[in-house]
């Protein structure tokens, strides 16, 4: 089975960095993505990552550690709009499943 | 990215009738999935639509319940028959492009039941 851990809700302050975690036990692991979503609005892609290690892509982060199940998305220099869900997702089993199985998201408030 | 539209955006339907999503995407793509997030929950994925061949069902969804039609690489349909409150959820088609497994997400549909 696939079970993937994330906070519920952060709270962090507008120009700060703010680090959401993700943890998981699977069943069979072929990658990690994730989604910010707006309130009210579809998933919108941010990264995906299937070695270990960090990736950056502008303000925001991803990092890998296969071997302890874990996985952090990094925010820098936060801002109004980056109030929203952050979803954690696991791809997998079968090296190639396209099959995504989702945490249950990480509310984050940006506050002044 | 592809380009992803869904009809309708929304609507509110009563119990015991179907009502029946598009998801059109502007270009072709190699999979096209359906997926169900239900108020203050993550998504769940439905089915893969099989272009020209019968959906892939996860866990828990059947065909009679959610039947799918893939007729080309572009086009998918997805029917919530025989609707009860418990249907109420936004519905989300995601696609895969080419060899990649990233996964975008059309807006949504957003579906009440009464």
């Known amino acids: 089975g696939q079970n993937i851990d994330q906070p519920t809700e952060m709270t962090a302050t507008e120009g700060a960095i703010v680090q959401i975690n993700c943890t998981y036990q699977t069943s069979g692991f072929n990658g990690l993505f994730w989604y910010q979503q707006h309130a009210g609005e579809a998933p919108t892609f941010l990264s995906y990552n299937v070695l270990d290690g960090l990736e950056e892509k502008g303000r925001f982060s991803s990092f890998l550690s296969r071997s302890k199940g874990y996985s952090y998305l990094l925010l820098k220099e936060l801002q109004m709009k980056d109030s929203a869900s952050y979803l954690c997702?696991?791809?997998?089993?079968?090296?190639?499943?396209?099959?995504?199985?989702f945490g249950k998201g990480t509310k984050l408030s940006v506050i002044p | 990215s592809a380009v992803i539209s869904q009809k309708p955006s929304r609507d509110i339907c009563q119990r015991g009738t179907s009502l029946t999503i598009q998801c059109q995407v502007d270009s072709q793509v190699t999979m096209m999935f359906w997926y169900r997030q239900q108020p203050g929950q993550s998504l769940t994925l439905i089915a893969t639509?099989?272009?020209?061949?019968?959906?892939?069902?996860e866990s828990g969804f059947v065909i009679d319940k959610f039947p799918i039609s893939r007729p080309n690489l572009t086009f998918s349909t997805l029917t919530v028959s025989n609707m009860s409150p418990e249907d109420s959820s936004i519905y989300l088609c995601s696609v895969v492009q080419g060899e990649s497994y990233e996964q975008y997400f059309g807006p949504g549909t957003r579906l009440t039941v009464t």
């Open positions: 997702a696991v791809r997998g089993p079968g090296a190639g499943s396209y099959q995504l199985t």
């Open positions: 639509a099989n272009q020209g061949s019968e959906a892939t069902y």
